[in-house]
């Protein structure tokens, strides 16, 4: 009898933990859950070209240009923190033009480029990737917007990325129907081959000193899975699975927000660490790039609703620009647990994608005109 008295005990010991566990993980959820919008109109038909916003108090344009996209070259001091900063954008042809302000913005390369696809920027903003020419066969070239020349890279490149610390550069060439990922310093010549893979169409994401992650090309058809390689002791290991993948990652790597959807193109959110481990669920629906992560802080641009012909498919017809959406701004502070509605004007429409942190501002590029605009937010 004793011993059946202690088997209960020790079987509601474990359901009270569990259910403890399971209250904490709700309460830990809350700021991840938005408070209600104000409703919007729902447009039906394609987005119209669209004058530049009028500026207010707190939301204003950085340049009158349309942009392809921007980096920040940050002044850092012997400890490592940023002293000041410096904004640069790239024009639609391949121009790179800097920021001055009350000033004419001052163009530094005027060689034109055809077909920019992407940049990515180097950490500390002293250099710029750029992917451009034929889709089945891009080219890559760094600029170096500190000497103010162009670096050239290897022929039959199909995808790089800087590291970390902005002193290498990895990236995946073709050899002999294979894809081989190879690392350099960028100061060097020498490379170091880390593995070759069968795989093609992938994407590089050096996200921590040893690990690049391999990402496949988001489409809602296809299940794709992302890759780690360790690049120290060249193993592999699959951090993420779905359809519809696309992933945004904070600066040291640390956390990622990861978007897919299922068989019936229901989309999930969700916080996961570099292990791809789940770390919370968000309950509210936007991509990846429309969002940032910093040390304490989420910021996202949340569509209320979307114009396009019909209801999107995610995120084929967000890449494809089949639709656009009409977003509002949130702010959630991972130390406080609070959730802040920090931008909701309805009168001018912005679906805003890549942004970033400089100073107390919020940039971002609206995808409605393709200009690049500055939010003013609290400290």
């Not at 550069?169 to 100061?187: E, F, P, R, V, W």
């Amino acid at each position: 009898m004793r011993k059946i008295i202690i088997i209960i005990g020790v079987i509601f010991g474990i359901l009270a933990l569990a259910g403890g566990i399971y209250f904490a993980w709700k309460k830990s959820q809350e700021i991840l859950t938005p408070p209600t919008s104000p409703t919007i109109p729902i447009i039906t038909a394609p987005a119209p070209p669209i004058s530049p916003i009028p500026p207010t108090s707190n939301l204003k344009s950085i340049s009158d240009q349309t942009i392809f996209d921007y980096f920040i070259r940050h002044n850092l001091d012997e400890g490592g923190l940023t002293i000041s900063a410096e904004i640069f954008y790239i024009t639609q042809d391949g121009k790179i033009f800097k920021i001055i302000e009350n000033a004419e913005d001052e163009i530094i390369s005027s060689q034109p480029i055809e077909n920019i696809q992407l940049i990515k920027s180097s950490a500390n903003g002293e250099r710029i990737l750029i992917k451009y020419g034929k889709r089945d066969s891009p080219q890559f070239n760094i600029f170096n917007a500190v000497e103010r020349i162009w670096e050239l890279l290897p022929s039959e490149i199909t995808a790089a990325d800087f590291s970390p610390d902005s002193k290498k550069i990895a990236y995946l060439k073709t050899n002999n129907g294979k894809s081989d990922l190879i690392t350099k310093n960028i100061s060097e010549t020498k490379t170091t081959k880390i593995i070759s893979l069968s795989q093609k169409d992938l994407e590089l994401k050096w996200l921590t000193n040893e690990n690049i992650l391999l990402l496949p090309k988001p489409s809602s058809q296809i299940d794709s899975d992302i890759w780690s390689i360790n690049i120290t002791n060249k193993t592999l290991k699959k951090i993420a699975s779905g359809r519809g993948l696309m992933t945004n990652w904070s600066a040291d790597g640390s956390l990622g927000i990861k978007f897919f959807v299922d068989q019936k193109r229901n989309s999930s959110l969700d916080l996961i660490n570099d292990d791809g481990i789940t770390q919370a669920n968000f309950d509210f629906s936007t991509l990846p790039n429309k969002c940032l992560l910093t040390l304490n802080k989420i910021y996202c641009a949340i569509p209320q609703t979307h114009s396009s012909t019909q209801e999107p498919i995610l995120p084929d017809d967000y890449l494809k620009r089949n639709v656009y959406f009409e977003d509002f701004i949130y702010e959630m502070d991972i130390e406080q647990n609070t959730f802040e509605i920090i931008y909701t004007e309805t009168k001018s429409a912005i679906d805003a994608f890549r942004l970033s942190i400089l100073d107390n501002q919020l940039l971002f590029i609206n995808r409605y005109d393709n200009i690049l605009y500055k939010l003013v937010i609290s400290d």
